[in-house]
């Protein structure tokens, strides 16, 4: 049966690949996790461009466990030399967009389901969901799903991880910060020149750290990543902003990463968004333990996935490598599908 469900989902992922599903423009992918329900004859529910089904024998007095991945893509950059639509396979590599972030994650975890679909005495209750908006943290994807979803009590969110455990992961803080100076004619003096004043407060955000680190995550990691000001050679502009993006760990909140810059910073500061917190699972959880017994290294993961979304423990975990996501001619081995299929089953064989 699982090797029948590996080359059924490799045949997906394939299907995949050749659907374009940039965030929320998900809806042919979507049609495509609807057929797979339909094939294999399980019910299933699609809310928006999300598709999710309970295990057949659903029961609300026992924990749930949450299958994820995302079925949404980035677009392709201009470094591609394969067509990023094309399902190509060259020396076991399945190249196309959307194979390695997070296709082959999400054709696995729904391998696993089906595994599991029917089987009686589980110790959880089992929900997979494939959902929509994960590059953009938008709205509609998993963020807006939990409100429909039962309670999840523990989650594995399927991203590249190389079946490594990723027992943590931080949180993001996007910040837009403005510095203030006096406009003016290039030819006549000026003591208060908005760029002059960055280069201080530029400084301080590249001197600055925060006393509080992980042994998961490291320290919270702030960067000065945009810069703009000006619109003509002879003209002080009145402002210089910046764009800062803050890498969370879990030893503080979003929200009071953004207190202590709103004290502290040298210039107008304000966050875009403060939901998107770090997320983690204690290393004695049986998940975790069941994936350590199968030799399985942890670690804690800088790259943010739908897991800043959930409220619950969980586990990032899936084939491929976190370094081909969003790169040119992005490919997965066919062999990290295979593997994946059957670690994730000997995983919750050792906890379901």
């Known amino acids: 049966m699982i090797q029948k469900l590996t080359t059924k989902a490799i045949n997906l992922l ?27 004859n399980i019910p299933y529910t699609r809310t928006q461009n999300n598709v999710w089904s309970t295990n057949k024998h659903f029961d609300t007095n026992k924990p749930t466990l ?32 959307g194979s390695n972030d997070a296709g082959g994650c999400l054709v696995s975890l729904l391998a696993t389901y089906t595994y599991f679909y029917a089987q009686e005495n589980l110790n959880y209750n089992i ?3 494939g ?35 990723a027992i ?22 000026n003591n208060n020149n908005a760029i002059y004043n960055t280069i201080e407060v530029l400084q301080w955000f590249k001197d600055l750290s925060f006393e509080k680190t992980s042994e998961t995550l490291g320290d919270v990691k702030l960067t000065v990543t945009q810069i703009n000001a000006g619109k003509q050679h002879n003209a002080v502009p009145a402002e210089v902003s910046l764009v800062v993006d803050a890498r969370v760990n879990d030893q503080y909140t979003n929200q009071e990463i953004n207190d202590f810059l709103q004290e502290n910073a ?14 983690s699972i204690p290393v004695t959880h049986p998940l975790v333990q069941a994936g ?6 942890t670690y804690g993961s800088p790259t943010l996935s739908d897991q800043a979304v959930l409220s619950c423990p969980s586990l990032k975990l899936g084939p491929g490598d976190s370094t081909r996501s969003h790169t040119a001619d992005e490919f997965i081995y066919l062999q990290e599908i295979e593997d994946g299929i059957e670690l994730y089953i000997k995983l919750l064989e050792k906890v379901l």
């Open 292 to 297: 350590i017994a199968l030799g399985r290294n």
């Open 14 to 40: 394939k299907n995949l690949i050749e659907t374009p599903s940039f965030s929320s423009e998900e809806e042919q992918t979507a049609q495509l996790l609807e057929n797979w329900f339909q094939e294999v």
């Open 66 to 97: 949450l299958l994820n991945s995302h079925h949404d893509t980035v677009k392709p950059n201009n470094g591609y030399t394969k067509d990023p639509f094309k399902a190509i396979v060259e020396d076991g590599k399945l190249y196309g967009l």
């Open 131 to 165: 959902t929509a908006e994960e590059e953009s943290s938008g709205p509609n994807g998993l963020n807006g799903l939990l409100k429909i979803l039962p309670t999840i009590d523990v989650a594995i969110v399927g991203e590249p991880t190389l079946m490594n455990l």
């Open 266 to 279: 040298l210039c107008i500061i304000k966050p875009r968004s403060l939901k998107l917190n770090s997320s």
């Open 127 to 129: 929900v997979f969901a």
């Open 168 to 189: 943590a992961e931080k949180g993001l803080v996007v910040f837009d910060a403005v510095v203030k100076g006096t406009p003016g004619h290039a030819a006549h003096p």
